[in-house]
Structures are given as C-alpha cells and as structure tokens.
C-alpha cells in the first residue's frame, strides 16, 4: 500500500485509468465481434458495423489505450473482408 500522499493519488488514478481501458477493450471486441456476425448479412449492414468499429478503433488508438498500429492492422483485416464481400455480393451468378 501507499504511504505518501501523491502515490496514494497515483493510485487512484491508476485504477481509474485501468477501469476506462478495461471498458474501452471491451467495446472493440464487441464492434468486432458484430463486424464478424455481419460478414453473414446485407452488405450495408456489414458497411455500418466497419464504420462504427474503425471509430472505436481509432479513438482507443488516439488515447493509446491500444497501439496504433495494432488499430491500423485490425482496420485493414476488417476493410480486406469488407472488400471481398462486396466483390462476392456484386459477380455475376452463373447459370446452369
């Protein structure tokens, strides 16, 4: 435990700081997990769901609760899956 003053403060602050991060992990996994979910649905669905992760992705990043660049690389997984998606949704069905 803390004797001084100021470490008694660090100490509060800390856990503060540990419960918003703990909360800000917490909604990533959970846009991701829904980008996930969605890959199965509509395609505009799918859209809406990178939009609001890439927010919540970039936002954790600029107050580095993650690293950037695990941000970026999580967005880039995220738009390559968009991407084929779309591509899937817009060829031409064969006919037999």
Same mark, same amino acid.
């Given at each position: ?7 008694? %403060?660090? @100490?509060?602050?800390?856990? %503060?700081?540990? #419960?918003?991060?703990? =909360?800000? #992990? ?5 846009? #991701?997990?829904?980008?996930?979910? /969605? @890959?199965?649905? *509509?395609?505009?669905?799918? &859209?809406?769901?990178?939009? #609001?992760?890439?927010?919540? @992705?970039?936002? =954790? ?9 695990? /941000? ?6 995220? /738009?390559?899956? @968009?991407?084929?998606? %779309? &591509?899937?949704?817009? =060829?031409?069905? *064969?006919?037999?």
């Amino acid at each position: 435990m803390p004797h001084t003053r100021s470490a008694k %403060k660090n @100490l509060r602050k800390t856990e %503060k700081r540990r #419960l918003r991060n703990r =909360a800000t #992990l917490r909604t990533i996994k959970t846009h #991701l997990k829904r980008f996930d979910a /969605a @890959l199965e649905g *509509p395609v505009e669905k799918l &859209q809406e769901e990178f939009n #609001l992760a890439c927010t919540r @992705l970039d936002k =954790a990043a600029a107050r580095r609760v993650i690293h950037p660049n695990k /941000a970026a690389r999580k967005k880039s997984q995220m /738009a390559v899956a @968009l991407h084929q998606r %779309k &591509q899937a949704g817009s =060829a031409p069905q *064969p006919t037999t």
